[in-house]
């Protein structure tokens, strides 16, 4: 027979089970209940009779119709941040970045990105007004949304882009991010897990339910919020570049090129010694996609696929291309053009290649900020 002291334990953790149960799922799946609820100022209406509705869900034919961005509510949600606490945040990042970056002083090319990243911001559902920055942190094509609306653009994106209308895709990326305010609800799922994980100390026998649920479901519900910022992003990617005139589809294009980017990375970490061991560990495949920040590429690709025709009217004409960014892709790449200077008295007589963009940003702090930002 139970003694009365055993019979307490099991009942107090039967109780802390069912009490941590209802904390995790109030606190951590408080966003997605929100945001399943229409915005008032949105209309339940089909964005367009040319859309094509099938396999729409109801509450996203309503917070994704572009016929009301600006008013759907993207970015509200269970956040531990105010848009003032939000843009003090972003400014910090800010600052970090011009500290470790080489900012771009041309002006014709910080004309044309700050006057394309204001085209797409104007058409898109931010709240916060935008700082743009050109940077040459090196050869990786890339954009970085910030929290509270400072988007950096490095010249590698400019240079490995074919038209515009990639380059708009991917700013139109890192601009949902920053509207759907994506980095700070992020941080306040992990602020959520580490109160849920201080209170095991706190709690007796109930620490034990906390610290054995805290311990994984916590990191991967943030995981899976991150991987889900990722597809939402992407689809409002296309419709902020849809309607500012752009293809869509220029979107995948530049999508796939970084997916042979990682597919070659991938290439050479299997060729390192000992890397082929981890994928003979039983599951882990499953395992690393439920740790992974971000969605497998191919699944994103096919994704955006059905949701350009899903979720976007038709139309005959889009921009593809223009000779303002023809221009400005001409520049930047004169500007790493080797230049030949001849050594002065004494140093020799043959010709030295000097690089005019040799003032990379280092690792440190490209890393301190990459760990705060979402990247496509």
């Keep these: 027979m139970a003694s009365p002291s055993s019979l307490g334990s099991t009942v107090g953790l039967k109780f802390a089970r069912n009490l941590l149960a209802r904390i995790c799922f109030t606190a951590l799946l408080a966003s997605s209940l929100a945001e399943a609820q229409p915005s008032s100022a949105a209309p339940i209406t089909p964005a367009s009779e040319s859309v094509n509705k099938k396999a729409i869900p109801a509450k996203d034919a309503v917070k994704y119709d572009i016929a009301h961005i600006g008013n759907r ?67 990786i094509p890339r954009a970085y949304g910030l929290p509270g609306g400072f988007l950096y653009v490095d010249s590698a994106l400019i240079l490995a882009a074919d038209g515009e209308a990639e380059l708009a895709g991917v700013l139109a990326h890192e601009i949902a991010h920053v509207a759907a305010r994506h980095a700070t609800r992020a941080l306040t799922r992990k602020q959520v897990c580490n109160v849920l994980g201080s209170m095991a100390l706190l709690t007796g026998p109930a620490g034990v339910a906390l610290e054995e649920s805290g311990g994984i479901a916590g990191p991967l519900s943030v995981k899976k919020f991150s991987r889900d910022a990722e597809y939402e992003a992407d689809l409002l990617a296309i419709e902020y570049a849809y309607l500012a005139g752009y293809d869509p589809d220029a979107f995948l294009t530049a999508l796939e090129k970084l997916h042979a980017l990682e597919a070659q990375r991938s290439a050479d970490l299997a060729k390192i010694p000992g890397y082929h061991l981890a994928q003979k560990i039983p599951f882990h ?27 976007l009217p038709t139309r005959k004409d889009y921009i593809v291309d223009t000779d303002e960014f023809q221009e400005v892709k001409a520049r930047l790449l004169a500007d790493r053009v080797p230049v030949l200077r001849h050594h002065h008295d004494g140093e020799g007589n043959g010709p030295v290649l000097r690089r005019t963009t040799s003032d990379y940003a280092s690792e440190s702090g490209r890393a301190l900020a990459l760990s705060f930002v979402p990247q496509p």
Aim: proline content about 2%; charged content about 30%; glycine content about 8%.
């Design 73 to 139: 509510g993207i970015g509200r949600g269970f956040n531990l941040y105010s848009l003032k606490r939000e843009h003090e945040l972003g400014e910090n990042l800010a600052a970090s970045f011009d500290r470790y970056n080489r900012i771009i002083r041309d002006e014709v090319v910080n004309d044309y990105i700050n006057q394309l990243a204001q085209k797409i911001i104007r058409n898109s559902d931010a709240e916060v007004p935008f700082t743009i920055r050109v940077i040459d942190s090196g050869d």
């Design 285 to 311: 495949s499953s395992l690393a996609k439920g740790f992974s920040n971000y969605p497998d590429m191919e699944a994103r690709i096919q994704r955006l696929q059905g949701e350009i025709t899903t979720f």
